[in-house]
Antibody
């Protein structure tokens, strides 16, 4: 069974940093792209970033470009999201998701349970 | 960026009703459109991928259709466990974008 387990969320000051992790199991991690998607309280879903299976290709939403960095450690089956210069609007539940296919009509399946990031002044 | 617009934003329906949710893209996305179901406090769950393919394990009362810019998700006979929020998502090009969601409530 594919499982994704996020961790690392919490309360952080405006302008601060946080690193999220997503531990994967039940599939060949290095063969799949992985993505982060977030959801602000009471709002819709917003795609944040994606990284290829090898880690050599990454894309970001404009809202996080230059502040967030996606990475992965295929030896540890773990996906990361380094978040710097955090803003109030980054407050959200952050989900990691396995990406089916790669840049050819991709979809997210499954999703982790999410980890809440709260940016406070 | 490709804008995705869902309608309606919310709807009230009864068990057994046929429900249709639409999703419109700001430009053609071929058939690169996915649908997810999300229940309160839970992660989204994939229902339909590439517009009309039913994800394994998803009940056959769910179906998707469309191509180009106009898509729809239909629930043929609404069940109690279907009351949730539904999201469409395009994967034609990054940044991948979602619709604003459609909340399906009990009438």
């Amino acid at each position: 069974e594919v499982q994704l387990l996020e961790s690392g969320g919490g309360l952080v000051q405006l302008g601060g940093s946080l690193r999220l992790s997503c531990a994967a199991s039940g599939f060949t991690f290095s063969s799949y792209a992985m993505s982060w998607v977030r959801q602000a309280p009471g709002k819709g879903l917003e795609w944040v970033s994606v990284i290829s299976g090898s880690g050599d290709t990454r894309y970001y939403a404009d809202s996080v470009k230059g502040r967030f960095t996606i990475s992965r450690d295929n030896s540890k089956n773990t996906l990361y999201l380094q978040m710097n210069s955090l803003r109030a609007e980054d407050t959200a539940v952050y989900y990691c998701a396995k990406v089916e296919r790669w840049l050819d009509g991709d979809w997210f399946d499954p999703w982790g349970q999410g980890t809440l990031v709260t940016v406070s002044s | 960026d490709i804008q995705m617009t869902q309608s309606p934003s919310s709807l009230s329906a009864s068990v057994g009703d046929r429900v249709t949710i639409t999703c419109r893209a700001s430009q053609s996305i071929r058939n690169y459109l996915n649908w997810y179901q999300q229940k309160p406090g839970k992660a989204p769950k994939l229902l339909i991928y590439v517009a009309s393919s039913l994800q394994s394990g998803v009940p056959s009362r769910f179906s998707g259709s469309g191509s180009g810019t106009d898509f729809s998700l239909t629930i043929s006979s609404l069940q109690p466990e279907d009351f949730a929020t539904y999201h469409c998502q395009q994967s034609y090009t990054t940044p991948w974008t979602f619709g604003q969601g459609t909340r399906v409530e009990i009438k």
